[in-house]
Nanobody, 125 residues
């Protein structure tokens, strides 16, 4: 079993920055890619960003590329999502996931195997 715990959400204003953290327990997940997804009210859960097992490769949804940065501390399976220039459309519950593979693939190929409970990000305009 793997446990995934997100933190760092909050209420910010448009243009502000925020950093989300995700801690994944379980050594057998060391070689898994990890990803962030988000779900706005009434919408489906969408891919945001992914990082490969070794932290060397990343992929992003076009809506966040250039504003968000995903990074990873491999030693303790911790993943960060640095969000800058936040917009009201970034408002959502953000979920961290341990994926089914080792690589950071384009979002349509990413499948989450283990999920956290989510952290709320609200951006006021």
């Amino acid at each position: 079993q793997g446990q995934v715990v997100e933190s760092g959400g909050g209420l910010v204003q448009s243009g502000d920055s925020l950093r989300l953290s995700c801690a994944a327990s379980g050594s057998r997940f060391t070689y898994r890619a990890m990803a962030w997804f988000r779900q706005a009210p009434g919408k489906e859960r969408d891919f945001v960003a992914a990082v490969s097992w070794d932290g060397q490769t990343t992929t992003y949804d076009p809506s966040v590329e250039g504003r968000f940065t995903i990074s990873r501390v491999q030693a303790n399976n911790t993943v960060f999502l640095q969000m800058t220039n936040l917009k009201s459309e970034d408002t959502a519950t953000y979920y961290c996931a341990i994926t089914s593979g080792a690589s950071a693939l384009p979002g349509r190929f990413i499948k989450g195997d283990y999920w956290g409970q989510g952290t709320q990000v609200t951006v006021s305009s």
